[in-house]
């Protein structure tokens, strides 16, 4: 069946370390793959997207990586802050369709 | 966020209603989406657009009605609600699917059915 996992429980570092967030699929090939941050209450909001043909992908303290071999794609926040902690959640954006199919997220935690 | 507004925020309806959720967007994007948020389920696609007049199923469509006569507005219409659609429901616009750019989400409708 396709399936897309995100570490269901909750994520705690240290300030100033870097976070990282695992997405796996299976039985799905996408085209590009997007992730996005939820902060509780609030709708999802964009981050960064990956390509298929890309294997890395930075934003600031944000990096992606995106590796359709092993089906994986690592989310990386370096010198993360409190304001980090929310819920990350990983986007698949498949050929020939116009939707994304997400993951249930990880929740961040950051604590001083 | 500013270009996508839900409305209302919050809902509670009895079963076998019918309630309509709004959703506006200022952007002219020809993308729109509605999903629903549940624990342990994530976000799932109901319906979404591509245009004005064009609509499509996502995963869970049953029970759900959409319309899209102008490009700005998607509602969303729960015909007879269930508890089943107690949830979070999201609304979200794409300037061209989703090859380039992400999709800008509302901030949701809770939506409770008893």
């Known amino acids: 069946s396709q399936k897309i996992e995100q570490n269901s429980e909750a994520l705690n570092i240290q300030e100033g370390k870097t976070a990282t967030l695992t997405c796996n699929y299976t039985n799905y090939s996408p085209a590009y793959l997007q992730w996005y941050r939820q902060d509780p209450g609030r709708g999802p909001v964009f981050l960064l997207l990956i390509r298929e043909n890309e294997k890395e992908k930075r934003k600031e303290r944000l990096k992606v990586t995106f590796d359709t071999t092993l089906k994986q794609s690592l989310f990386h926040i370096t010198a993360s802050q409190p304001a980090d902690s929310a819920t990350y959640l990983c986007a698949l954006d498949l050929y020939n369709t116009d939707k994304l199919i997400f993951g249930t997220g990880t929740r961040l935690q950051v604590f001083p | 966020d500013a270009g996508i507004t839900q409305s209302p925020r919050y809902k509670i309806t009895e079963t076998g209603r019918q309630v309509t959720l709004m959703c506006h967007q200022t952007?002219?994007?020809?993308?729109m989406f509605w999903y629903r948020q549940d624990l342990g389920h994530g976000l799932r696609l109901i319906y979404y657009?591509?245009?004005?007049?064009?609509?499509d199923k996502g995963e869970v469509p049953d029970g759900y009605v959409v319309s899209r006569s102008k490009t700005e507005n998607f509602p969303l219409t729960l015909e007879s609600a269930t508890r089943s659609q107690t949830s979070v429901y999201f609304c979200a616009s794409s300037e061209s699917g989703t090859r380039n750019y992400g999709y800008t989400f509302g901030s949701g409708t809770r939506l409770t059915v008893v």
């Open positions: 657009s591509a245009a004005a007049d064009i609509t």
């Open positions: 952007w002219s994007h020809s993308y």
